[in-house]
């Protein structure tokens, strides 16, 4: 069972940045896909970022192109979401999620992915 932990949430005006950081355990992080999510109120939970086990591959929704970047660091078992320029649009509860293996094909669909973590907040205020 694999467990993952947020953090680097937090409040920040539109134009900041954040680093989201999620810390994975299990011995297997270096060989699996890793992706973000995020959920604001009343919405429906939605694909960010995507990078596949060994980070050849990174995948972005439209609105975050240019502005967030996510990595990962094998040494630490942590994945990284740097967020630049901030807009209150950002505003979620971001998730960590790990897939079951190296990529997928469906990096946007939530069932393609074996783990979550618990979540952390980012409010972006105008």
């Known amino acids: 069972q694999v467990q993952l932990v947020e953090s680097g949430g937090g409040l920040v005006q539109a134009g900041g940045s954040l680093r989201l950081s999620c810390a994975a355990s299990?011995?297997?992080?270096?060989?699996?896909?890793m992706g973000w999510f995020r959920q604001a109120p009343g919405k429906e939970r939605e694909f960010v970022a995507y990078?596949?086990?060994?980070?050849?591959?990174?995948t972005y929704t439209e609105s975050v192109k240019g502005r967030f970047t996510i990595s990962t660091d094998n040494a630490k078992n942590t994945a990284y979401l740097q967020m630049n320029d901030l807009k209150p649009e950002d505003t979620a509860v971001y998730y960590c999620?790990?897939?079951?293996?190296?990529?997928?094909?469906?990096?946007?669909?939530?069932?393609?992915?074996?783990?979550w973590g618990q979540g952390t907040q980012v409010t972006v205020s105008s």
């Open positions: 990078i596949s086990g060994g980070g050849r591959t990174t």
């Open positions: 299990g011995r297997t992080f270096s060989t699996r896909a």
């Open positions: 999620t790990q897939s079951g293996s190296t990529s997928t094909y469906t990096p946007t669909r939530p069932a393609s992915y074996a783990y």
